[in-house]
Structures are given as structure tokens and as C-alpha cells.
């Protein structure tokens, strides 16, 4: 019996649930030091910060505290990338080190294998930063917007927007205006519809005026068939009326709650109501979409951390490598904001926008990978 002579073909086994344990608990653990470690900074600047802008307000000490204690789940979320992308350059350069990551593969484990539970911490965490995380840190946020604009930029000034219309309120030398209106042009900022209450020492009611519209124009709305009246008295019509503001457009637009201080699971019906309301709402679509891409974007930047670390011992430039690494993540944050940039000025699609940084991420790392990857 004649035996057939050649080359044995290299067989891949598969990733144990132990080893498959073990690598993820690793992972875990750097990640969890970089975040604690990076909260901690976050910490320290912002309590300096906080406490350099409140110097000359009439703010007591625990507004500082509880300012950084408000916005630190942001903040937190925001620097999550960063925590991911150097947690897996630490991991993945030890486990090089300590040769784990080389007797793994020679037992004919490829590193797309090695990746699979550390991909699973990724979009685990992804989807408990999204789910989680965010709409816990855009209360918070929402409470802090309320504090600053109190504490250091005195504004006098609220916009909200409600199934029921748009409501603003303004301050007037005698005291306050809350106006409302169906809709509005927001390109000319015209109000339709309009009811406007007037209240004298903060809550005293002094009149009414109905009108069909009302133009924003320099120092002044600009009240078109208005029924002006007020208690005691009968109604009198104008085709015409002023009622001084210090609104402009830029203030009312700024008066919107920003993004991030909406919950994602409220970001849908949020931008249905500033569409029907005549607002833009291309800064809120952004921030939907980029919340939906936050999975994938984290699972990108593993694979990306995984190739500047897989092999740094056996060319001996540990350092340029790590440091690489990380220049390489800081510059596609720079590229991910200019993105977003053109994504808001209409430049480029609200969705292109939202997912280009996780799509280019994605491909860079898989490209690498693919390079270094011998079998």
C-alpha cells in the first residue's frame, strides 16, 4: 500500500471558550484602567475649568462640584473611542510580549479568531454606551446646560418645541412675553399663527394679542393682524404692531436643545417635531446616526488596534509602533470632526457623514490585518 507524499496543508482550530475567557477578561480589564484612568483626568480638568469660570459669579462651591458631576458622563462618552483604541493596544502588546499571542497562532488559531471576544467586548460596549450610557449622560447634560446658561451666560430666554407648536419665552422691560405659534419659516424666522401673553413683575397677566404672523426683525418682532387685547378692556384690532426683543435669529436657533442632550430613544420623535414645526434638524439627525454607528465604530477600532500591535517585538520598535497606533487614532478623530463639519453645513449627506469614520476606521483595520495576517 502506497502512502501520497506531500505538503501538509496548515488546519485551523478553533478558539476554545477558555482562551476565548481569557482574552476577553484581559481586554477588559486594561479597559476598564485606561477609563477609570481617563475619568480621573477629566475630573481634575474640568473641576479647574469649572472653577476659573465661576471665580467671578455669584456661584456657590458645590455648583462647581456638581457642574463636573453633570457633565462627566459625557465626557466619559466622549473619549470612549480613545479608552477602546488604547486599551487594545496595551492588551494586545502584552499578550505579544508575554508570547501568548505566539503560541496561540503557531497552535494554528488565526488572529481573526484571537479578535472574536474582544470584538464582543466592543460591541458589547458600543451598545451599552448607546443604550445606556447616552441617555443617562444627556440628562445630566441637559441639567448642566441649564446651570452654565444661569451661572455664566445669564440668559434671559427659552425655547421649546411641542406637538402643539413652537413656545418662546422672551424678557421685556416690564417683564416677560410667552409666545407660541403653529409653525414657522425657519429660513426668515416667520411665525405663524402667533398668540403672544404678556405678564408684567414676572407673573402678573397683562394682555394678549392673536395674530397671523410675526417677523423677526433687528430689535423687534414685527406683528402682522394682530387682535390686541387685555383684561378689562375690549380687543382692538392692528394691522400692524412692534414689540421689542433682544431675540435674533442665531439666539433662538442656540435656544434648541443641542443633540447630546437628548436621549437617544428621543432623538426620532424630536426631529419629527422640529420638521414640523419649520426647523432644520440636520444636527439632530447627525447625532442619531452617529449614535447608530458607535457599535461598528468601536468594533473598527479594535481591528485597527490589533494591527499596529500584532507584531512590534519581532521588528523591534515597540514604541514607534504603539505611538503610531495612537497618532493614527487621534487623526481620525480630527478627520471624523471635519466630517461632521460637512455633514452639518450640508455639504455632504447627514447619513455619509455620520458613518464615514466608522466605515473608513473599518477598512483600514481590515487592511492591515489582511497584510500582516499570514495565513
Known sequence: MTQAVGVPSKRRRRLSPTLSGYIARQYLMWYLGFLFGLVGVIVLVSTVDRLDRLANKDAPLTVVYEMVFLKLPFLSQEVMPFTLLFAGLACFWRLTRSHELVVTRAAGISVWQILIPVLGVALLVGVLTVTVLNPVASVLLGRFEQLEAKYIHNQSSTLSVSRQGLWLRQADPDGQSVIHARRVTGTSMTLHDVIIFRFADRDRFVGRIDAARAVL???????????????????????????????????????????????????????????????????????????LATPLLFAAIILLAVSFSLRPQRRGRVGLVIFGGALTGFLLYFVSNLVFALGLSGKIPVVLAAWTPAGITLMLGIAILLHLEDG
Open 217 to 291: 426683525r433687528p430689535g423687534a418682532w414685527q406683528v402682522f393682524e394682530a387682535w390686541v387685547s387685555s383684561p378689562g378692556t375690549r380687543a382692538r384690532f392692528a394691522e400692524r404692531l412692534e414689540i421689542p426683543t433682544e431675540l435674533t435669529r442665531e439666539k433662538i436657533l442656540d435656544s434648541f436643545a443641542p443633540p447630546e442632550t437628548i436621549s437617544f430613544w428621543n432623538l426620532p420623535g424630536f426631529i419629527e417635531l422640529l420638521e414640523n414645526a419649520g426647523f432644520s434638524a440636520t444636527r439632530h439627525k447627525l447625532q442619531l446616526h452617529r449614535l
